[in-house]
């Protein structure tokens, strides 16, 4: 974000936009919450399964094969609120004893708490995007969510190294990139061959929270391009921050109510 001059004029320009963001993350986390609680206590009981398939010897074939063990029956209505009040706590922090530091770092062109927050409600949207495809693997989904959560951690490291550089440097951008892309890639590879396997298909919500969603995430790496290009109103770096915030509301809250109309809704 380019500084403005220190007049007392911009000085209380730059106080309401601050002022209004700060409201903005406030009724953010609201919408979040209210949506988080709502998954609590409405949804239905419905469970996908994670297994581990740790080698076992075969001693009639003399062989090492996959032994597949159900490790856990993942609740989807619960596991779907926590991206939900993940983003809330982030919000509602940001609006009340982070506001300060928020402030500070928006100055420089930063917000470390917005990257941190969705490395975690991020990675775990993905990660139930892969297990309504069929993604059931432990050391998978670990996979899954690790790559997910780097893509956003070199989010930070885009912010931060471009403050001391004259002109845009792109690596951690397109590092992030190549790490986000790959868990796409596997639940493309694994939705196109839930689709193309005769009668076991996804069910019709699954057809749209796959496209939907990568759409969602591609877009949050349009709008830092467009941020850095200084692109029309992306001049002003809070510009972009409301966006952020708007995709972040608007993806969550698409998966959410597909998720829950598609299988967590009470018969």
């Given at each position: 974000m380019t500084p403005e001059s220190s007049t007392p004029a911009s000085t209380a320009i730059m106080d309401g936009k601050f002022t209004r963001l700060r409201r903005f993350n406030a009724i953010?986390?609201?919408?979040?919450?209210?949506?988080?609680?709502?998954?609590?206590?409405?949804?239905?009981?419905?469970?996908?399964?994670?297994?581990?398939?740790?080698l076992n010897f075969d001693v009639a074939t003399r062989s090492l094969t996959p032994n597949s063990q159900l490790l856990y029956e993942l609740r989807f209505g619960p596991a779907v609120a926590v991206f939900l009040l993940i983003s809330a706590v982030a919000h509602i922090y940001l609006a009340t004893v982070g506001y300060g530091r928020?402030?500070?770092?928006?100055?420089?062109?930063?917000?470390?708490?917005?990257?941190?927050?969705?490395?975690?409600?991020?990675?775990?949207?993905?990660?139930?995007?892969?297990?309504?495809?069929?993604?059931?693997?432990?050391?998978?989904l670990i996979l899954i969510f690790a790559l997910n959560a780097t893509m956003n951690l070199f989010g930070i490291m885009m912010e931060l190294h471009n403050q001391?550089?004259?002109?845009?440097?792109?690596?951690?951008?397109?590092?992030?990139?190549?790490?986000?892309?790959?868990?796409?890639?596997?639940?493309?590879?694994?939705?196109?061959?839930?689709?193309?396997?005769?009668?076991?298909?996804?069910?019709?919500?699954?057809?749209?929270?796959?496209?939907?969603?990568?759409?969602?995430?591609?877009?949050?790496?349009?709008?830092?391009?467009?941020?850095?290009?200084?692109?029309?109103?992306?001049?002003?770096y809070l510009y972009g921050e409301r966006v952020y915030i708007v995709l972040s509301l608007s993806a969550k809250s698409v998966l959410c109510w597909l998720i829950f109309t598609g299988t967590l809704a009470p018969v």
């Open positions: 953010m986390g609201l919408l979040h919450l209210a949506q988080g609680v709502f998954m609590i206590l409405v949804s239905n009981a419905t469970t996908y399964p994670i297994f581990t398939n740790y928020y402030v500070e770092n928006l100055k420089n062109g930063i917000n470390p708490v917005r990257f941190y927050e969705y490395a975690l409600s991020s990675s775990l949207m993905i990660v139930l995007i892969g297990m309504l495809i069929g993604i059931w693997d432990l050391g998978a001391h550089t004259k002109k845009t440097d792109w690596t951690a951008f397109i590092y992030g990139s190549i790490a986000g892309f790959i868990p796409w890639v596997v639940i493309f590879l694994y939705f196109v061959g839930a689709v193309s396997s005769g009668d076991a298909k996804p069910p019709a919500f699954v057809y749209a929270i796959v496209p939907t969603l990568f759409v969602f995430f591609n877009i949050f790496a349009i709008n830092m391009v467009l941020q850095y290009k200084k692109v029309g109103p992306w001049k002003d």
